[in-house]
C-alpha cells in the first residue's frame, strides 16, 4: 500500500483522507492579519476539520466549485481555495504500470 500526501481538493468524489495539517497561510496574500488566520482556523475547528479526522468527498461540483464532504457523521461543503490548503493522507494500492 502507498501512503500519499496532497491537498483534500485533489481527492475525487468518494475517496477518503486524513487531515495532516492546515496550511494557515493565503497563497494569495503573504501578509494576512494574525487575527484572519485565527478566524479560519476557527471555523474549520467549529466544523470538525482538525488534524487526524477522517473526511470523505461526497461530490465535487463543477468548474472547480465547492466540495461536499462528510465529516464525523455530518455533510458540509467548503470552496476549492480552503480545501486546497487542508492536506491529507492517503492511503492506496499502487497501481498495476508501477509494479
Known amino acids: 500500500m502507498v501512503t500519499l500526501e496532497l491537498p483534500l481538493s485533489r481527492l475525487r468524489d468518494g475517496e477518503s483522507g486524513v487531515i495532516i495539517s ?3 497561510a493565503s497563497r494569495r496574500d ?6 484572519r488566520r485565527w478566524g479560519f482556523r476557527k471555523r474549520l ?6 488534524p487526524g479526522t477522517k473526511v470523505t468527498v461526497v461530490k465535487s461540483a463543477p468548474f472547480h466549485g465547492p466540495k461536499e ?3 464525523r457523521g455530518s455533510r458540509l461543503a467548503i470552496g476549492r481555495g ?3 490548503r487542508i492536506m491529507v493522507r492517503v492511503e492506496s494500492w499502487p497501481s498495476e504500470e508501477s509494479s
Open 69 to 71: 464532504l462528510q465529516v
Open 22 to 24: 492546515i496550511d494557515m
Open 30 to 35: 503573504a501578509n494576512q492579519h494574525h487575527r
Open 45 to 50: 475547528e467549529d466544523m470538525g476539520l482538525t
Open 82 to 84: 480552503m480545501a486546497e
